[in-house]
């Protein structure tokens, strides 16, 4: 049995990591013939738009792009205004500027004149030095995703326009690469393009391809993520991203209204060595990422515009904020303040029946726990050290170690992807053996001078026992803390969680079953937030990145080690 529990084992680690990354949960490319929102459309606008640099610096070009972007929208119905704002400075530019933003509405059909607002932005980045080359971009992703998204959802929008009770204004600026000028220059001097506008969604592109992230909201966003869980398909968020974007030096257009109007921002994040380089091209897009785009926000356009209960300016506010993540083939958990503090309430409850029921049992000593949980915490810190060395190495080994930023975007080293996988399966294996070394090590010590044969396997028993709640506490003692700190705590208490019901199940069922399951469900929310995580943070983090991938394996490995064992009790 036990080896058959072993391959189920193997089997679902890899799906768990298929599923993850992707290959079943993310959204087919549709074709041009498809009635709903195609990405095979939206690149034939990329196509045109990302034809060649259209930064500030590049002013003819830029122009080309404009007067592409007002005779799409005119062919689609609208009536296009342009604002201009002459002889702009920015700290990225040294010399002055003139921008032009694209603005187009449409009012409601029926009811108030509440709009849903989309934004993106269409100068690509202007000259970037990246390990001392000086590059321009194409702008293919960063934002020709977005531009396109919105023609097509437009499109699609102008299909049931005889069911708006809310209208749509289509704002596309100018400029954002030099700090937001565009969006900024419209809010100081002609506010009143956002006169009674009730949700705003930007769309920007972090990278070229991977799942689209809604990575950040405007403050007490719970009917924000209420109305994105009802209405999203193939959802993908983290509200962590938010509270996280609130301290690193990263803006975007939202970033000037995200004060005064409820809006959502979304993006690819994957991968950074295209962001404003010249890999941000044409042939390098990813049509199933811009089908996620269409995926996620053409449903939520929809609900908006035809749904009356939007009629209010003021229908998306509230007074407090949603907790909510995704984990693969599972979907998307929502939460209030209250039910997340209770979830966590539940979960340490948990903790405290499954340890006293295993204490009672003689399954754990607490002495070997709390020091399984010390050992476990300063690996994890030398985990910490040794990832941000890799990250330094590999800057070194590049030939340029003044690119290497502690905690810091880390960009043009094209293999970062590779050394992180290396690095963390490296951790993988040497976290094994060494689980596998002490385990033998203790058995031999509980056999000797014994002669029954179930002394070894009790002890090694107990090791796994000891190790799990170990780890357990420190996963238990870190979202404590975090959440307390900033309100945030899945990445801890996710696995937390999970460990714990199924050990908790299995002890009151004896179905070992159970401990698979929950090990399912852990590899699936480790490989998607770890994923998002390198690829968010990049190589100048990767440190916490290994972190947390060994506190994750130091639940996994003894929760698998007793579903595989032949003991019938333990």
């Given amino acids: 049995m036990s080896k058959l529990r072993k391959f189920i084992t193997v089997a679902i680690i890899a799906l768990a990591a298929f599923i993850a990354y992707g290959l079943w949960t993310l959204p087919s490319p549709k074709d041009k013939d498809y009635s709903g929102f195609s990405a095979a459309r939206v690149a034939e606008d990329i196509a045109v738009i990302s034809k060649d640099f259209h930064s500030v610096e590049e002013l003819e070009n830029k122009i080309v792009v404009r007067d592409y972007l007002i005779e799409r929208l005119k062919s689609l119905g609208a009536e296009v205004s342009l604002y201009n704002y002459d002889s702009t400075y920015s700290e990225r530019v040294d010399f002055p500027v003139d921008l032009s933003n694209i603005y187009c509405e449409f009012p409601p059909q029926n009811g108030d004149s509440t709009y849903l607002m989309l934004v993106a932005h269409y100068d690509s980045r202007s000259t970037n030095i990246v390990r ?19 023609l097509e959802l437009l499109r699609l929008a102008q299909e049931y326009r005889s069911e708006w009770n809310q209208g749509l204004k289509i704002l596309i600026t100018d400029g954002e690469e030099i700090r937001m000028a565009g969006m900024q220059h419209q809010y100081d001097n002609n506010p009143e393009v956002f006169d009674n506008v009730g949700l705003l969604i930007n769309l920007e592109a972090r990278g070229n391809k991977g799942p689209v992230l809604l990575f950040e909201t405007s ?66 897009i990813s049509h199933k990422s811009i089908q996620h785009y269409g995926e996620q926000i053409a449903p939520m356009v929809h609900k908006y515009l035809t749904d009356k209960k939007y009629s209010s300016v003021d229908a998306l506010k509230s007074d407090s904020d949603n907790i909510a993540f995704t984990i693969p083939l599972l979907g998307m958990f929502n939460f209030t303040k209250g039910s997340y503090y209770l979830l966590n309430a539940i979960v340490f409850a948990l903790f405290c029946i499954a340890f006293s029921i295993s204490l009672i049992r003689g399954r754990v000593k607490p002495l070997s726990m709390l020091k399984s949980s010390g050992v476990i915490f300063l690996v994890g810190l030398v985990a910490l050290v040794v990832g941000e060395l890799v990250a330094y190495l590999v800057t070194v080994i590049g030939g340029s170690p003044e690119s290497f930023k502690l905690f810091g975007v880390i960009q043009g080293f094209l293999c970062d992807g590779v050394v992180m996988i290396v690095t963390i399966s490296l951790l993988v294996l040497l976290t ?36 799990l709640y170990g780890a357990l506490l420190l996963l238990l003692v870190l979202s404590a803390v975090l959440l307390f700190a900033i309100g945030e705590n899945l990445f801890t208490l996710v696995p937390l969680a999970l460990a714990l019901c199924g050990v908790f199940l299995w002890r009151v069922t004896t179905l070992r079953l159970f401990l698979i399951v929950s090990v399912s469900g852990i590899l699936l929310h480790s490989f998607s937030f770890l994923y998002c995580l390198a690829v968010a943070l990049t190589l100048g983090a990767f440190g916490v990145v290994v972190m947390i991938a060994f506190f994750d394996l130091m639940v996994l490995i003894p929760l698998i080690d007793l579903y595989v064992r032949r003991d019938k009790a333990l």
Avoid at 250 to 266: K, L, S
């Fill in 132 to 150: 001392g080359d000086t590059l321009n971009s194409y702008g293919a992703a960063d934002d020709g995703y977005g531009l396109g998204t919105i």
């Fill in 219 to 284: 403050d007490n966003n719970r009917e924000l993520i209420n109305l994105y869980k009802e209405s999203a398909n193939y959802p993908f968020t983290y509200s962590l991203t938010s509270v996280v974007y609130k301290f690193i030096p990263n803006y975007t257009d939202f970033t000037v209204v995200r004060d005064t109007i409820c809006g959502i921002n979304f993006s690819t994040i994957d991968d950074i060595n295209h962001y404003h380089t010249d890999l941000d091209n044409y042939e390098n």
């Fill in 432 to 467: 094994i053996l060494l689980y596998v070394k002490k385990g033998k090590k203790i058995a031999i010590q509980a056999s000797s001078g014994s002669i029954r044969r179930s002394a070894s396997s009790s002890a090694t028993a107990k090791f796994a026992y000891n190790t």
